[in-house]
C-alpha cells in the first residue's frame, strides 16, 4: 500500500494519507512536495504526474495534543517484535511484556517501562531489574510517535520518511 506522509509546515508529522488527497491538496495549492515515490506516476486530466511521497502543508495545522494509549501491542509494534533482552523476532505466540522496573517494585505500565521480550529472557529476568538478573536491555523503550501505529503492518516505506520519523 502506498501512502504519502503529510507534514505540518513546521515539518511536524501529521499523518499518512492517500493519494487521492495528497492530489488534492497539491491541486489546491496548499501543500508542496518534498519527494516522491521513484518511477511512479498518477494519472491526471492534464496527462501524468509524480507520485508524492512527502508533502508539506504551505501553512500551520494546530493539532490536539492527545497522548497515545499504553497497550501491550504498541509496545510490540514499536519494538518490531524483536526480545529486547537476546534480539530474537518473536512470533505472536511467544511474545511477552517485560516491565524493566518490575511492577512488584513500583514500576508501572508504560511505554517508558515496558519492552517486548521472548517468554525465555522474561522467565530468566523474572522478578529483578535487569541489571539484578545479569542481563542487558538492548533497546531503550520511548513514546513511540502516534502516527506510525495506525498504519497498516503491509505499508510500503519510503526511505526519506526515516528523516522526519525517526522510526523504523
Excluded at 499504553?70 to 511477552?96: E, W
Excluded at 522474561?122 to 531503550?140: C, S
Aim: proline share 4%; hydrophobic share 40%; with cysteine.
Amino acid at each position: 500500500m502506498t501512502k504519502t506522509l503529510l507534514l505540518n509546515n513546521n515539518f511536524q508529522v501529521l499523518a499518512f494519507i492517500t493519494e487521492r488527497r495528497a492530489i488534492k491538496l497539491l491541486l489546491k495549492n496548499k501543500a508542496e512536495v518534498l519527494s516522491i515515490w521513484s518511477g511512479r506516476k498518477i494519472s491526471s486530466g492534464s496527462g501524468y504526474i509524480d507520485h508524492p511521497a512527502t508533502i508539506r502543508m504551505k501553512y500551520h495545522i494546530n493539532l490536539n495534543r492527545t497522548k497515545l494509549i499504553f497497550s501491550r501491542q504498541l509496545v510490540f509494534r514499536r519494538d518490531k517484535f524483536i526480545c529486547a533482552y537476546c534480539s530474537k523476532l518473536c512470533k505472536k505466540s511467544n511474545i511477552t511484556i517485560d516491565h524493566v522496573l518490575p511492577k512488584s517494585m513500583g514500576g508501572e505500565n508504560s511505554f517508558l517501562n515496558c519492552v517486548a521480550a521472548c517468554i525465555a529472557c522474561n522467565l530468566r529476568k523474572a522478578n529483578q531489574t535487569p541489571e539484578q538478573a545479569g542481563m542487558i536491555l538492548k533497546i531503550t523503550p520511548y513514546i513511540p510517535n502516534k502516527f506510525l501505529f495506525f498504519l497498516p503492518d503491509q505499508l510500503e516505506w519510503h526511505d526519506d520518511w526515516l528523516f522526519f520519523t525517526g522510526e523504523f
